[in-house]
């Protein structure tokens, strides 16, 4: 049964986390009843996961897919272990066999330079000096190559120690109805953390707090425990800037007594947007 | 559970107990991705336990009107939601941890990659030669060569890759402890 346009882009928009929660439900009931959907939801989502890790996915779905899979311990595994498996199979690739390569070398540069084959030794030689030098110059190049390859990844290794934050104070108040769109906080590429600076000056202080990060569609992001540092009105809620694709969302935070009760203390709502 | 009960179970998947055991995997497949897809971090555990119920309300007499996987989406939703109310125990990390392979504990790149490379050679060599064109090169030309729709190649190519990655996660599985 081969999908239609619209299957596709819907199961698609499943993978990636766009779809609400009945239509979510709705696909998931499909594809527990009927397991050719099944197989066709999990190859759309190793055709993803293969275009992700080889560049082949247009911007806005790399975005989306992100957000999502390198969110996710578990769907972050499936593209390491589909990684491992393109490693291979680039290793198993095979070479193209050489047609001329039963024939002398001597032979050959003879017939590479229309030359009679008495010239030819002289011209195998004048090769086999040529080929010397390409050698040596190979691994000059080699050389340079692992050079750079080598700084490339103490770059990268720089850039992975020094993460790009972004910073939004938060202040209490969450909307309702259709009374206003929500703060809406701009994300701009290439940010790798969202700090939330959450503005508590209003409420009863504890020692210790948790935040609770939902998606107005009732899916939770992220919970943390969070301690104040010194006399702050503010209290930050860090995450991966990945794991916040352009939604709307509402972070409920509580402070936890002695006693370890949970006391809800106030929300607040904001917006995603990706620039 | 007794293991009279554990085949009354299978028995609902289907009489022919060798379907019946395929029918299972392919299900439990479905709630691993299921788990998987809604965030859990232990998805296999939990798909363990929605069979575990399930069993327990099969051998309770329980009637399964609407079929067994049915059934189980059902039990697999309440578990969903189970996990989510539990309080987490582990938080986000301040940074985003670096982009390190994981295929199993203590495995490195190149035990990983030995692994690969071993399973991809007890394929037969036309399954290789799909994945290598498939993945390496223009998948488009290969399902005109191959004469398929590229909804058919990507079903194809998918049956290939799961056997790679069962067969990896049974690599992983016989690794002894220490290594």
């Given at each position: 049964?081969?999908?239609?346009?619209?299957?596709?882009?819907?199961?698609?928009?499943?993978?990636?986390?766009?779809?609400?929660?009945?239509?979510?439900?709705?696909?998931?009931?499909?594809?527990?009843?009927d397991?050719?959907?099944?197989?066709?939801?999990r190859?759309?989502?190793?055709?993803?996961?293969?275009?992700?890790?080889?560049?082949?996915?247009?911007?806005?779905?790399?975005?989306?897919?992100?957000?999502?899979?390198?969110?996710?311990?578990?769907?972050?595994?499936?593209i390491?272990q589909?990684?491992t498996?393109l490693?291979?199979?680039?290793?198993?690739?095979p070479?193209?066999?050489?047609?001329?390569?039963?024939?002398p070398?001597?032979?050959?540069?003879?017939?590479?330079?229309g030359?009679p084959?008495?010239?030819?030794?002289?011209?195998?030689?004048?090769?086999?000096?040529?080929?010397?030098?390409?050698?040596?110059?190979?691994?000059?190049?080699?050389?340079l190559?692992?050079?750079?390859?080598?700084?490339?990844?103490?770059?990268?290794?720089q850039?992975?120690?020094?993460p790009?934050?972004?910073?939004?104070?938060l202040?209490?108040?969450?909307?309702?109805?259709?009374?206003?769109?929500?703060?809406?906080?701009?994300?701009?590429?290439?940010?790798?953390?969202?700090?939330?600076?959450?503005?508590?000056?209003?409420?009863?202080?504890?020692?210790?707090?948790?935040?609770?990060?939902?998606?107005?569609?009732?899916?939770?992001?992220?919970?943390?425990?969070?301690?104040?540092?010194?006399?702050?009105?503010?209290?930050?809620?860090?995450?991966?800037?990945?794991s916040?694709?352009?939604?709307?969302?509402?972070?409920?935070?509580?402070?936890?007594?002695?006693?370890?009760?949970?006391?809800?203390?106030?929300?607040?709502?904001?917006?995603i947007?990706?620039? | 559970?007794?293991?009279?009960?554990?085949?009354?179970?299978?028995?609902?998947?289907?009489?022919?107990?060798?379907?019946?055991?395929?029918?299972?995997?392919?299900?439990?497949?479905?709630?691993?991705?299921?788990?998987?897809?809604?965030?859990?971090?232990?998805?296999?555990n939990l798909?363990?336990e929605?069979?575990?119920?399930?069993?327990?309300?099969?051998?309770?007499?329980?009637?399964?009107?609407?079929?067994?996987?049915?059934?189980?989406y059902?039990?697999?939703?309440?578990?969903?939601?189970?996990?989510?109310?539990?309080?987490?125990?582990?938080?986000?990390?301040?940074?985003?941890?670096?982009?390190?392979?994981?295929?199993?504990?203590?495995?490195?790149?190149?035990?990983?990659?030995?692994f690969?490379?071993?399973?991809?050679n007890?394929?037969?060599?036309?399954?290789?030669?799909?994945?290598?064109?498939?993945?390496?090169?223009?998948?488009?030309?290969?399902?005109?060569?191959?004469?398929?729709?590229?909804?058919?190649?990507?079903?194809?190519?998918?049956?290939?890759?799961?056997?790679?990655?069962?067969?990896?996660?049974?690599?992983?599985?016989?690794m002894?402890?220490?290594?």
């Open positions: 049964m081969p999908l239609t346009g619209t299957e596709e882009q819907h199961l698609i928009d499943y993978l990636l986390g766009q779809l609400t929660p009945e239509e979510r439900a709705s696909v998931e009931q499909r594809y527990f009843e397991d050719e959907w099944f197989e066709q939801t190859a759309l989502e190793d055709e993803l996961i293969r275009d992700y890790l080889c560049n082949a996915l247009p911007a806005a779905r790399r975005r989306l897919f992100e957000a999502r899979y390198l969110a996710a311990p578990e769907l972050r595994a499936k390491e589909t990684r498996i490693e291979a199979l680039r290793a198993e690739r070479a193209a066999p050489s047609p001329s390569v039963a024939r070398l001597w032979q050959r540069a003879a017939d590479l330079f030359l084959p008495r010239l030819g030794f002289a011209t195998a030689a004048l090769s086999v000096a040529s080929l010397a030098v390409a050698v040596w110059l190979g691994g000059q190049t080699a050389t190559r692992q050079n750079v390859a080598r700084l490339e990844r103490e770059l990268a290794s850039a992975r120690r020094a790009v934050a972004a910073s939004f104070l202040s209490p108040g969450v909307l309702k109805g259709s009374e206003a769109a929500p703060k809406r906080l701009a994300i701009p590429p290439g940010v790798d953390q969202v700090r939330l600076e959450l503005d508590i000056a209003g409420a009863r202080k504890y020692e210790r707090y948790r935040a609770y990060l939902r998606s107005v569609a009732g899916l939770e992001v992220a919970s943390q425990e969070i301690t104040p540092g010194g006399a702050t009105d503010q209290l930050v809620f860090s995450l991966p800037s990945a916040l694709p352009a939604d709307d969302y509402i972070l409920s935070l509580g402070g936890l007594s002695s006693s370890g009760t949970f006391e809800e203390l106030e929300s607040y709502s904001f917006g947007v990706r620039k | 559970m007794s293991d009279r009960e554990a085949n009354q179970f299978l028995a609902r998947l289907d009489p022919d107990p060798r379907i019946a055991e395929q029918k299972y995997h392919t299900l439990r497949s479905k709630l691993i991705f299921y788990f998987q897809q809604n965030g859990c971090s232990d998805p296999q798909a363990d929605v069979f575990l119920r399930a069993l327990r309300r099969s051998s309770e007499g329980a009637e399964f009107y609407s079929g067994v996987n049915a059934f189980c059902g039990i697999a939703q309440n578990v969903l939601r189970e996990e989510r109310r539990r309080p987490r125990h582990e938080e986000l990390p301040e940074e985003l941890p670096p982009a390190e392979p994981h295929l199993g504990p203590g495995l490195s790149r190149a035990e990983q990659a030995v690969a490379h071993e399973f991809l007890k394929l037969p060599p036309d399954e290789i030669d799909i994945l290598v064109r498939y993945h390496l090169e223009d998948r488009a030309q290969l399902a005109h060569q191959l004469n398929v729709s590229p909804n058919g190649l990507r079903i194809r190519v998918c049956r290939i890759t799961q056997k790679v990655r069962e067969a990896l996660a049974g690599g992983v599985k016989r002894p402890a220490g290594t």
